[in-house]
């Protein structure tokens, strides 16, 4: 008997155990060469299984509602906020490039040490706070310019507010983030219960049934034990961790 793999999705899961449920329901229901203490070992797993199977499903429902949904409002709002930096970026460069070489000889690292050669959006790849840190880096250097250098204010004001709306909105993805982990760790402990809850029963059952029927109650897997072999939507996406 294959058992679905531990790292499996949350939903898949949940999948996997419903058709076992509905599996022994089905033979409570249609198989005639039960015995009456077999049905009632069945009924007694119904039983405990049914409502671990309802928690689980609860548990990552919950989870995936939040997923699919808490995170598009603050993700787009960081992508404004580092499409501003981009902005003030560009606006300074724009400002400063004809002093640079005055620039050069005023600063430690030169002009460089104001504007790099990339967006700093696309420091995302290593995190927000790396690309406030950057902008605000920027502008501070800026400020640091000589009276000579004309419209340095405004521009340091500009990376300054991008980078101080961007913070704000790290600390809003962090605050979902605390949000996240209790619903991610009720699937964890869901997906915990209800494997060590099968576990049992596989052990009670052996009282009353041979192990070719305990194997029937499971359904067939694919995909190295990850999904139940007639899975196969294309746009399923559960495949990952139970986190996922």
Known sequence: MEKLARSASGARHVRWARELLASLHAHHAVNERLSEDQKKALAAEIGRLAPRVQSLGESVGLYRSFIDHAHVDIRARQRVANFLCDEAQRGADGALRPHRKEIDHILP???????????????????????????????????????????????????????????????????????????????????????????????????????????SLYPELTKKGSAVADEDDEDDDTSGPPES
């Open 109 to 215: 690292g030169g002009y460089a040490t104001i504007l790099s050669k990339v967006s700093l959006s696309r420091v995302l790849r290593a995190g927000n706070e790396k690309t406030v840190t950057f902008a605000e880096r920027a502008a501070g250097a800026i400020r640091s310019l000589p009276a000579k250098i004309p419209g340095t204010a405004p521009l340091a004001d500009a990376l300054d507010q991008a980078a101080e709306l961007l913070r704000s909105f790290n600390k809003q993805s962090d605050a979902l983030e605390d949000q996240r982990q209790p619903l991610r760790s009720s699937v964890q402990k869901n997906i915990f219960e209800i494997r060590e809850e099968l576990d049992q029963m596989d052990g009670r059952l052996r009282s009353h049934f041979s192990q070719d029927f305990i194997d």
